[in-house]
């Protein structure tokens, strides 16, 4: 069996330095470590405009703007199929398949589900779309029949939930579909970097977010206003690292040779951390250190970047192919799920034959 990753992102915005380590830096290293037979990368604006259905200038504006992160990090159109959500219509057909085979208190029960509708205020008028998008992730994952999803772990009951449905379709109506395994983050902190104001989750909402195409300066501005332990008001305090955005971050980009480069008074980050942990050590150095840090990585994305905004109408046309290769393999996919499900009537020349013969 082939092995095949789908991933992607609802285009609301730029992507952060969130998405970056929690998942747009891993798919570059899948994808160039040749492991995988094909990589599917998706833009998901439909997905998107299930909470946006009164906006979708806001969707259709950032679809440029996510292209642009995927490909300054690293995402290649060479290895990797970036396209459009939208553009692959079988996708809708494929969910419209499925929800028969999911109730509605199955998708009440899902955890991310439920927090999704508490963070967006939907308890009173929960749009169906979104109500349905675990239904629609398990179509986008199954067309491409993807046998590995990279995800965060507070995705994991989404996934689970398209493997019950692959599960039942497969027992109900015979084996077609493939039952994808989870790809969680290596490194802890990576799984869900908090916003630069302590928040749990780093939000375009909530304005706590380092984009990707954040200039140098405000990059900088945002780490040193960032939140650190609020109890630790002096230089000789004794600092909580535990839980302490500024250290998460370190954990998630830092990396010995940053110390050599950039605070050779430590040959570590646990070392840091014991130092900031007994007192001694200030905030603003922490924070130095880091900005240090992630301006490194993010220099080389930045200057990528650049050169792709210089032709935009060949950023369109890579997502273009892109989805134009996509809905080829969607659309073999639909056509076994039809063929499962008897109802491929034109298809189907035993069928038209007998009942032909039936009405002679």
Known sequence: MEKIILTGDRPTGKLHVGHYVGSLRRRVELQNSGEYDKIFIMIADAQALTDNADNPEKIRQNIIEVALDYLSCGLDPAKSNLFIQSQIPELCELSFYYMNLVTVSRLQRNPTVKSEIQMRNFEASIPVGFFTYPISQAADITAFKATTVPVGEDQLPMIEQTREIVRKFNTVYGEALVEPDVLLPE????????????????????????????????????????????????????????????????????????????????????????????????????????????????EPIRKRRKEFEKDIPEVYNILKKGSEAAREIATKTLADVKEKMRINYFDDAELIAKQAEMYK
């Open 187 to 298: 490194n802890k902190a990576c799984m869900r970097l908090p916003g630069t104001d302590g928040k749990a989750k780093m939000s375009k909402s909530l304005g706590n977010c380092i984009y990707l195409s954040d200039t140098p300066e405000d990059v900088r501005k945002k780490i040193m206003s960032m939140f650190t332990d609020p109890n630790h008001l002096k230089v000789s305090d004794p600092g909580q690292v535990e839980g302490n955005p500024v250290f998460i971050y370190l954990d998630a980009f830092c990396k010995d040779e940053h110390f050599e480069r950039y605070c050779p008074d430590y040959s570590c980050l646990q070392e840091m951390k014991d130092h900031y942990s007994r007192g001694g050590l200030g905030d603003v150095k922490v924070k130095k250190f880091l900005n240090n840090v992630l301006q490194e990585e993010l």
